[in-house]
């Protein structure tokens, strides 16, 4: 069984940054692609950004330049560090890592 809490959620200016952690873990943790999704108000939950344990990384294209993803091995820790935020980006957001997801974290933009 693996767990993942997130934090870092918060209320946030048009503009300005966040910081999200995700903390992984329990037993036969394995190292493999770690990713954030968000779901905002009526929209489907959507990739925003993934990195695998060779630190290759994808995002998705409303997020690009934006935000960046990182993971501390050492520390089971995954990060997502976001700037520029746009209301657009009001959402859940949820780290998911081999499965399974946490319970999510609110990210609120205001203009």
């Known amino acids: 069984q693996v767990q993942l809490v997130e934090s870092g959620g918060g209320l946030v200016q048009a503009g300005g940054s966040l910081r999200l952690s995700c903390s992984i873990s329990?037993?036969?943790?394995?190292?493999?692609?770690a990713a954030w999704h968000r779901q905002a108000p009526g929209k489907q939950r959507e990739l925003v950004a993934a990195?695998?344990?060779?630190?290759?990384?994808q995002y998705a294209d409303s997020v690009k330049g934006r935000f960046t993803i990182s993971r501390d091995i050492a520390k089971s820790a995954v990060y997502l560090q976001m700037n520029s935020l746009k209301p657009e980006d009001t959402a859940v957001y949820y780290c998911?890592?081999?499965?399974?997801w946490g319970q999510g974290t609110q990210v609120t933009v205001s203009a």
């Open positions: 998911t890592y081999d499965g399974y």
């Open positions: 329990g037993e036969n943790v394995r190292n493999t692609v």
């Open positions: 990195i695998s344990s060779r630190a290759n990384t």
